[in-house]
């Protein structure tokens, strides 16, 4: 079992940055793939990015491509994600994700869940 909570969250102005942490409780964290996802008012829940156990593989959205960075460090049991050039349209309720295996890119490929944490970005 891994409990995972999620802080970082706020507001912030476009162009700004935010980074997300989630930490992870439980000794097998190490063997997880982590994954960020959002879900915006009226909107269904989106993949942002994955990064494998040992993070040596990342992926990402389109729309996040190069300006979000997940990385990893396993002796904290934490996960983040640096998001730079903050848009209006990445405001979301931002969600932190585990899953034994590879990496996944939907939501019902994970098993574990935080709270989640809200990312404002006003214009």
């Known amino acids: 079992q891994v409990q995972l909570v999620e802080s970082g969250g706020g507001l912030v102005q476009a162009g700004g940055s935010l980074r997300l942490s989630c930490a992870a409780s439980?000794?097998?964290?190490?063997?997880?793939?982590m994954g960020w996802f959002r879900q915006a008012p009226g909107k269904q829940r989106e993949f942002v990015a994955t990064?494998?156990?040992?993070?040596?593989?990342?992926k990402y959205a389109d729309s996040v491509q190069g300006r979000f960075t997940i990385s990893r460090d396993n002796a904290k049991n934490t996960v983040y994600l640096q998001m730079n050039r903050l848009k209006p349209e990445d405001t979301a309720f931002y969600y932190c994700?585990?899953?034994?295996?590879?990496?996944?890119?939907?939501?019902?490929?994970?098993?574990?869940w935080g709270q989640g944490t809200q990312v404002t970005v006003s214009s």
């Open positions: 990064i494998s156990w040992s993070g040596g593989t990342t």
């Open positions: 439980g000794r097998t964290f190490s063997t997880y793939a």
């Open positions: 994700a585990g899953r034994r295996g590879v990496i996944g890119y939907t939501a019902n490929e994970y098993d574990y």
